[in-house]
């Protein structure tokens, strides 16, 4: 059987009745162009198909139309549905994203990955690596590129999108302070992570302004095992009566201990995660969280980053969270929690 060629820019050019140039001027965008003629060019690339040949473009045009993204946690949700928003943005835009995830954080894998990324001639780049190692090693790599950072911290250079971690870490203390709780354990994310150490200063200064006793937070690693291992030790003393988790996965593995305890949520303890994920309101009980817009993260990014490319401006971008009142917070009981 005979193998069907893919229609060219030639056959585009016959169908249209104008010259292949003609047609390459309409795909690099030409304002030199008039509309019926753009008009039918287009018509004719759909009506056979036709799909550029990016290599060749490149060549022509000496631009890439490629958006380079480095991750270091691509299979958590909200780095998921960011990057996912990311692509969709960069193809409305003409774009095409290339995705390359950090095998370690030590400077040769972020080197490495950026010289993998750099090779196919990226126009900018988006990191979401929210570790202090990452930030730092990209500051000293001296990236001439438009680069934006998924972060709010403030600790990257340049142009950075993100959720304000500690506003969203106080809307959680607030909402517990709110409810009679005064007692409030903290299970925090990893030490060296930017949003778990915001998180945790959250936790601190909302306790502090309300003249609440202080805790040490737990530092833990964003899992349900570690929510579950932290619940076990914890409820051996039981002194406190609302938890705030740096995260909804820790908040599982507490909700998993507190089952196993014979403690009821939340009639002997309350409890608080953060981000927000699809199986968030499916615990037992639904959990109160703070939500993260992990899409609009995406797409404010990519329009900044695109905006920056075109030779536009860019500064820090705050999205506000939310929180999400469920099932799992209710009224601080004292009486009822046998200490």
């Known amino acids: 059987m005979d193998r069907v060629r893919a229609p060219n820019i030639r056959d585009v050019a016959r169908v249209a009745g104008v010259s292949y140039q003609t047609v390459s001027r309409v795909l690099n965008d030409s304002p030199n162009i008039r509309d019926a003629t753009k008009d039918r060019v287009l018509a004719a690339?759909?009506?056979?198909?036709?799909?550029?040949?990016?290599?060749?473009?490149t060549l022509v045009t000496s631009r890439s139309q490629t958006i380079g993204v480095l991750t270091s946690m691509s299979v958590h949700y909200g780095p998921t549905t960011a990057i996912n928003a990311l692509e969709q943005s960069a193809r409305d835009a003409g774009y095409r994203m290339s995705l390359t995830t950090l095998a370690s954080s030590d400077d040769a894998a972020i080197r490495g990955s950026l010289d993998f990324l750099m090779s196919q001639g990226i126009e900018g780049l988006v990191v979401i690596a929210p570790q202090e190692r990452i930030i730092q090693a990209l500051e000293d790599a001296a990236i001439?590129?438009?680069t934006i950072t998924l972060d709010t911290s403030g600790r990257a250079s340049g142009h950075?999108?993100?959720?304000?971690?500690?506003?969203?870490?106080?809307?959680?203390?607030?909402?517990?302070?709110?409810?009679g709780h005064t007692d409030i354990v903290h299970i925090a994310g990893p030490r060296d992570w930017i949003e778990a150490d915001a998180r945790m200063r959250g936790y601190l200064q909302t306790l502090a302004d309300a003249d609440l006793r202080t805790r040490a937070p737990i530092l833990g690693d964003w899992s349900a095992g570690f929510g579950y291992y932290a619940g076990k030790e914890l409820l051996r003393y039981r002194d406190f009566t609302a938890v705030f988790a740096g995260n909804d996965q820790m908040a599982l593995g507490f909700l998993h201990a507190c089952r196993e305890a014979g403690i009821r949520t939340p009639e002997d303890i309350s409890v608080v995660g953060f981000d927000d994920i699809p199986e968030a309101a499916h615990f037992a009980p639904p959990l109160t969280t703070v939500r993260q817009d992990f899409a609009e993260i995406g797409r404010r990014a990519m329009a900044m980053l695109l905006a920056l490319i075109g030779g536009g401006e860019g500064e820090l971008t705050r999205v506000m969270p939310e929180l999400v009142v469920r099932g799992s917070t209710a009224s601080a009981s004292?009486?009822?929690f046998s200490l």
């Not at 690339?45 to 473009?57: H, S, T, V």
């Open 45 to 57: 690339i759909d009506e056979l198909g036709y799909r550029p040949n990016q290599a060749a473009r």
């Open 144 to 146: 001439t590129i438009p």
């Open 160 to 179: 950075s999108v993100g959720v304000d971690q500690i506003a969203g870490a106080r809307l959680a203390m607030q909402h517990l302070i709110d409810l």
């Open 334 to 336: 004292p009486a009822s």
